[in-house]
């Protein structure tokens, strides 16, 4: 499945998108509640700063029966890791 797939995304009943690519922003769909973390993908990048957005969004996304769609481009930095 990937965001703009919109015969997909209804398909799987997807209906929150979590963006996590900068200037990449899927096309609007009337159904799809959309959130765009505009951080690049290397792993030295700062993404605690998003957390307490992302997690309420998460949370919402999956709420009831509501599914959520979450991608990015490479997954360096946006996999969770103990250090």
Do not use: Q, W
């Not at 996590?20 to 993404?47: A, F, M, Q, S, T």
């Amino acid at each position: 499945t990937d965001a703009y797939n919109t015969k997909e995304l209804n398909k799987r009943k997807i209906n929150h998108i979590l963006t996590v690519i900068p200037g990449i922003n899927p096309p609007c769909h009337n159904n799809i509640n959309y959130l765009n973390v505009p951080i690049y993908d290397e792993k030295d990048e700062k993404i605690s700063i998003y957390f307490d957005k992302t997690y309420l969004f998460i949370e919402k996304g999956t709420k009831d029966s509501n599914k959520i769609l979450i991608h990015c481009m490479k997954g360096r930095s946006r996999s969770s890791k103990l250090k």
